[in-house]
C-alpha cells in the first residue's frame, strides 16, 4: 500500500494513492503530521475532556459534551455505517495513529499543555463533526426567545429575530455558463466561522485513480465535504438555518429506582448515570449525565424543583450523521450525481450550490430536517403535553439556477424550514453585484468576497437624519456620518464614528427599564451564555429594533439623540475602522501577553463578513474561515484562501504564510499540475 504526498508553495498537501483506502488512511496521517495539536484538542472537546489539560475556562464545554451525548452519539452512528463507509472511516484513523504520536513531539503546545498524544477510536472522526456543529442550528436560541416571552410577553418572541450569535454563516454563489467569459459555471464559497489557529479548514488534495479532488477537508474527518472540485463536478455550502433541533422542558423526579420523567402519558424512567470531568488545578467536577424519551438533559435535573431541558437532535434519534455520503462526493461526476449522493445527508443541514463541466446547476437543501409542531421550532415545549413528538422528516426545497444563484443565510430557499435567519443585507448586495455584466470570471468573483457596503447602516442613518435641534457638534457629526459612503474600511474614520455611535445607542436600548430584565440570569448553564447577551441580541437586531412597533415605552429617536450628542461632546477620536476593528482569533492555548490583531476592514452584515458584536466590543472573533471560486472551465484557474497558513506548528513556515494574503482580500491559485509541486516522501 504505496501514498505520495506532494506540496504546493503553500505547503498545501496534495495526497495520491493506489486506491481510496490507501488515500484516506494518507489522509489521516497527513491531518496528524501538519495538525497534530489540533487534532487532540478537538478530540477532547469532543468527548468533554479538554479542561483536563487547558483549565477551568473550558469545563463548561466539557459539561455540554457530556450532558449531550455528543461521544455516544458518534458511537452510535458509527456502528449504524454500512461496511465499506466504516472501513473507509477505519482506514482514515488508522492513519491518524500512525502520525499523532511524533507529530505531537515537534507541536510545542503538547509540552506546554503537559499532555501526550492519545489514540483515537472508530468513531473519533463522528464525534469531531457533531461537536463543530451541534450549535449550527442555533437551538439556544429557543432558550433566548423563552426569556423574551417572559420579561416582555408572547407578542414580542420574534423581536429580536436575527442571526449573528454563535451559530456561524457564510456566503455562496453561482454565476451560470452564460454569464462568465469561459462559458462555463463559477462557484464562490466564504464560509464565516470562528477564527482559530490553525483554521477549521485544510485545503487538500485527495488523488487515486477513482478520483482527483481538491477543496476544504475539516482535519479529523475524511474526504472534503463542504467545498470540493472534481475537476468534473464542483460545490459549496452555507449553513441553511433550518430548524431540526428541539427543546423540551421536563419535569424530573428521583426515586428510589433512579430518575423518572414526565411524558404525555405519565412518568416514565429516564437513563442516569454519573460521569467526572477532570480539570487542571482545580477539584474534578462530577456530571450527572439524564437521558428522558425526549433526548438528552442540557440544563436543570432531578434536584430541587426537578425542571430541566432536554435536547432532541436528529443524529441522536437516528444514529445517522450523513458520512455515507463523503466517500460518494469524491466519486461524483455530475450534479446529477452530487444530487442523489445528498439525500444521504444529516448534519448540519446546509444550502449547496454545484455545477458541473456538462453545464449542469443545482441549488437545493441537504440535510435532515424533522416534521413537527410549529411550535416546536420557537421555543422549548412541554414535555408532558401531546402534539411536540416527531412525525417524519420534512421535503426538502430546491430552485433552479437562472443566470446567477446566490446564497447567504437569508430566509430564501431554506425559509420553509427555520425561523431565525440572517438580515437580507449580504445576499442582496451579493445580488445586485452579480447583476452587472456577462463577462465573470474567477478575479472578479474574488472581488465580490471583500466588498464593504453596509446596507444595513439605513434605519440609523435614516433616523438621525430626521433629528431636530441638534447642537453644534452633533449636527457636525451627523451630517459627517450622512455623507459617509456607507463602506466600512479599515482606512475610514468615520466608520468608525458609525460604529461607536451605534454600540452608543445599542448600550442605551439595552438600559432602558422595558429591556433591562432581559440581561437577568435565569440558571441556564454558561456555555449558552453568547446566545442569552440581550445587548448583542440588540446589537445584531438594531436595524429592525428601531423600527419596530412592539416597544411603545421607548423612544428611539430620543435614544439616537443622546447617543450622537454624547459622542459628539466626547470629540472625535481620529481611530480608523481598522484600529477599532480588530482580529481575535481564538487559541486553545492563547499567549500570556494577548497583543492587538490586525486590522480589518468589513462588518457582520457586509459581504466581507467580519463580525464583531455592537455594544459590546469592536474586536472580530468570526469572519471566514476560507475563501474561494471554483471554476468549472479549468480547475487550475481556481483559486482560494485560509486565514493563517497550511501548517499547525507554530514555527512552520507555512503556519501564517497565507495570511497576509487573507487580510488583503488576495486568493492563490489551485495548482493540480503534479509536475508544479514538490514530492515531500513516499513509503508506507
Known sequence: ?????????????????????????????????DRAWQLEVERHRAQGSSAAFLGPDHLDWDVFARRARLADTARRCFAALDEPTAAWVRAYVAGVNEGLRESARRAPEFAAAGLAPGRWEEWTPLALWLSHHILFAGFPGKLWRDRVARVLGEDAVHLFATDGLPASGSNGWLVAPERTAAGAALIAGDPHRFIETPGVYQQIRLACPEYDVVGLAVPGVPGIAHFGHTGEVAWAI?????????????????????????????????????????????????????????????????????RAVSLRYPPRVTARLGFEVLPALLRARTVGDLDRALYGWAEPVNVVLAADTAGGLLHRVAGAVPARDP????????????????????????????????????????????????????????????ADGTDWTTERMAAVHTDTHLASAAPLLDLLATLPDLGPEAAALRAELLAWDRRMDADSVTA????????????????????????????????????????????????????????????PAALVRAAVEELAAAGPTGETWGERHRLHAWSALPAEEARPGPALAGDHDCVLATS?????????????????????????????????????????????????????????????????????????
Not at 400 to 421: H, K, T, W, Y
Not at 540 to 555: K, Q, S, Y
Open 238 to 306: 452555507t449553513n441553511s438555518m433550518a430548524d431540526y433541533q428541539d427543546l423540551y422542558h421536563e419535569r424530573l423526579r428521583r426515586t428510589p429506582a433512579g430518575v423518572e420523567a414526565r411524558g404525555p402519558d405519565g412518568w416514565h424512567p429516564a437513563e442516569a448515570h454519573t460521569e467526572t470531568v477532570e480539570v487542571a488545578g482545580a477539584e474534578p467536577v462530577a456530571v450527572e449525565v439524564v437521558e428522558t424519551e425526549r433526548g438528552p438533559v442540557i440544563a436543570g435535573g432531578p434536584d430541587g424543583d426537578g
Open 496 to 555: 468608525a464614528r458609525y460604529a461607536e455611535l451605534r454600540s452608543a445607542v445599542v448600550r442605551r436600548y439595552a438600559a432602558t427599564p422595558e429591556l433591562a430584565g432581559l440581561a437577568a440570569p435565569d440558571g441556564l448553564p454558561p456555555v449558552f451564555a453568547p446566545w442569552l447577551s440581550a445587548t448583542a441580541r440588540i446589537g445584531f437586531a438594531l436595524p429592525h429594533v428601531l423600527g419596530t412597533g412592539l416597544l411603545p415605552g421607548i423612544d
Open 375 to 434: 411550535r416546536n421550532l420557537i421555543r422549548p415545549v412541554p414535555a408532558w403535553e401531546p402534539g411536540h413528538e416527531w412525525h417524519g422528516w420534512q421535503p426538502l426545497p430546491r430552485a433552479e439556477v437562472r443566470g446567477a444563484a446566490v446564497m447567504a443565510n437569508e430566509r430564501g430557499l431554506a425559509g420553509p424550514l427555520g425561523i431565525e435567519f440572517c438580515a437580507p443585507y449580504r445576499a442582496e448586495r451579493i445580488a445586485e453585484l452579480l
Open 1 to 33: 500500500m504505496t501514498a505520495r504526498v506532494h506540496r504546493d508553495a503553500h505547503g498545501i498537501p496534495h495526497l495520491r494513492a493506489a486506491d481510496p483506502l490507501a488515500l484516506v488512511r494518507a489522509q489521516g496521517r497527513n491531518a496528524a503530521t
Open 612 to 684: 464583531c458584536v455592537p455594544g459590546i466590543t469592536d474586536l472580530s472573533a468570526r469572519a471566514s474561515a476560507a475563501r474561494l471560486v471554483w471554476d468549472l472551465a479549468d480547475r487550475e484557474r481556481s483559486a482560494w484562501i485560509v486565514p493563517h497558513g497550511a501548517h499547525g506548528d507554530p514555527g512552520h513556515p507555512h503556519h501564517r504564510d497565507q495570511h497576509p494574503l487573507w487580510l488583503s482580500g488576495a486568493l492563490t491559485p489551485v495548482v493540480t499540475d503534479w509536475t508544479r509541486l514538490t514530492e515531500e516522501n513516499s513509503g508506507h
